[in-house]
């Protein structure tokens, strides 16, 4: 199992950055691929972004491409999501997720889910 906890939410303007990492428990972190979705309030928990055991390959939803990047640091049990050029639809709560399976695109491919870190974009 791997117990996950998001950090680096908060308020930033239009136009700024925030940086957010999710550190994870347990010895097997590499051994999980691992993902971002947020949820703003009364709309679904969209994908984010998403990063293979190794850091090797990523994916990205449309609406973020060239704005935010994910990393990982297997050493560190951390995975990391650089968000640039935020607007205020960036809002939400943003969730970092894990799974021993194969990554998706979707909520219900993860099964072990962080608390939540909240992002708010002021314009």
């Known amino acids: 199992q791997v117990q996950l906890v998001e950090s680096g939410g908060g308020l930033v303007q239009a136009g700024g950055s925030l940086r957010l990492s999710c550190a994870a428990s347990?010895?097997?972190?590499?051994?999980?691929?691992l993902a971002w979705f947020r949820q703003a309030p009364g709309k679904e928990r969209e994908f984010i972004a998403a990063i293979n055991r190794n850091g090797g390959r990523t994916y990205f939803a449309d609406f973020v491409k060239g704005r935010f990047t994910i990393s990982r640091d297997n050493a560190k049990n951390t995975v990391y999501l650089q968000m640039n050029s935020l607007n205020p639809e960036d809002t939400a709560v943003y969730y970092c997720?894990?799974?021993?399976?194969?990554?998706?695109?979707?909520?219900?491919?993860?099964?072990?889910w962080g608390q939540g870190t909240q992002v708010t974009v002021s314009s």
């Open positions: 347990g010895r097997t972190f590499s051994s999980y691929s």
């Open positions: 997720a894990g799974t021993y399976y194969t990554l998706g695109y979707v909520p219900q491919s993860y099964n072990y």
